[in-house]
């Protein structure tokens, strides 16, 4: 083989902490592309190995369209055959030179190609190799699940939702949450190997992340020894906690102590609220929420959103307008390093979320393109030494395909 080129990384802007940090990606959809994401957005090289063709998520419709723009920034790309020995040796060489594998396949799928733990751990003993799972070792180890199916398991669907109707969250909450965890357990096993010189599998799993979001709710019961109700019929341990209607927008606001609830009624000359004794802890408001409430909902909707965000603003009382996703892309508050700008496959320029950290001062990200199938093959082959009539063959049995 030549000697490599180094990859220069990408075109980061913020802090690159994970810089020389290699990830092979074996990945689709959103939890093991949310690792991924995560890691090249800190500066690490992420390497997607795709299919002849591409990876299908990047031609979902729907509710599915924003999977492969939202989760795949600032990464690489090669599609390799891996049903052809050649293209199997690719990601074995591939394999052998990384610090980090991700994968997100049903159990036993990279097994059964000859890329497990154990078998690309005897050829780089540093390798991390994480798997995103569906769920631990366990009973349902081998079950298939979706972020869908671990919400309705895990009881974040029923809590979500009114009585009797289980509701998934409105975002892939558990797919990325658990992306999150695998990223959590990446970094603790890059740290441990400063110190033992070897790499160790990471699982991460869609379930157990969800029993760990709805944790407090066991520990409610626990607490209580009662059942928590969902959320939308939940007894609020605040007396004024509530979405209101206005005159044009909805707003929530919460008031969530003692000192809060007398800021709030001088703001609002609510002088009654405030002169009756029986009402001055939050307690005593939560137990009279019926008799409070009707006279600020009757209050909120005589004014308009503005007119209630402007006598909110700077209080210290939380309050929220009523936010849609499209909405995001004109917010003041993330117009100071929130957003990237990003190219779409289409060519079109957007901007979307970055990772919401500071290191330093600095925001992760940059000006990032999403990677084209197969775009990165060439330079990803020659960096690992390849040869380019080796290359030509490759790319000539169809092992490798170039964009």
Partial sequence: MTAAPEYTGSQQTGPTPLAGIKVIEFTHMVMGPTVGHILAGLGADVIRIEPI????????????AGYFPMYNRGKRSICLDLKSAEGKAVA????????????????????????????????????????????????????????????????????????????????????????????????????ERHRTGKGQKVVASLFETTVYLVGQHMAQFAVTGKAAAPMPARISAWAIYDVFETKDEPVFIG??????????????ALDELWADEAIRTNNERVLARDRILPQIRALMASMTRAEIVAKLEGTGLPFAPIGRPEDMFDDPQLASGGLEDVTLDSGKQTRLPTIPLEMGGKRPGGSVALPQPGADAQAILQELGYPAQRIDELIGQGAVETA
């Fill in 255 to 268: 008031v969530v102590s003692d000192s809060l609830w007398e800021k709030f009624c001088a703001l609002f």
């Fill in 53 to 64: 063709g591409g990876d299908r998520t990047r031609r979902l419709l729907g509710s599915g």
């Fill in 92 to 191: 074995r060489d591939l394999c052998a030179s990384a610090d980090v594998l991700v994968e997100n396949f049903r159990p036993g799928a990279l097994d059964r190609l000859g890329l497990s733990f154990e078998a690309l751990s005897a050829i780089n003993p540093r390798l991390i190799y994480c798997s995103e799972k569906g769920f631990l070792p366990g009973p349902y180890e081998d079950r298939t699940a979706l972020d869908e199916v671990a919400q309705m398991m895990g009881g974040l669907a029923y809590m979500t939702g009114p009585p009797g109707r289980p509701l998934r969250a409105g975002s892939s909450v558990v797919d990325v949450t658990g992306g999150m965890f695998g990223v959590i357990g990446i970094l603790a096993a890059l740290e």
